[in-house]
């Protein structure tokens, strides 16, 4: 039986966890697209935050195993995606450029 406070705990987790996962990718993205620095650092506190609130997902007791590999993926996967998806755009951009030369 799971006590109501757990419940609690790991909802606030959960929610902290998207939330955070969230403002991470928008604040990377608008870092790197309007080049600032502090945009970017700001996106690391988040992802500080991110990979906090999933720690704390992972270590709850009431998860089995498979499903704290799959928080402990998802992670890594909230970590890389930003990163990935900008380095996408990025290739697409210039692709379209050589394309566009004579």
Known sequence: ???????????????????????????????????????ELLSFLFAFLMVLSGFVLVACPTFTLFWKLLLAVSILAYLIIPR???????????????EDLP
């Open 1 to 39: 039986m799971i006590n109501p406070q757990a419940v609690v705990t790991m909802l606030m987790a959960g929610l902290l966890f998207t939330l955070a996962a969230g403002l991470y990718a928008f604040f990377y993205a608008l870092g790197k697209f309007w080049k600032s620095f502090f945009l």
């Open 84 to 98: 990935g998806m900008i380095w996408v755009v990025q290739k697409l951009h210039q692709k379209e450029k050589k």
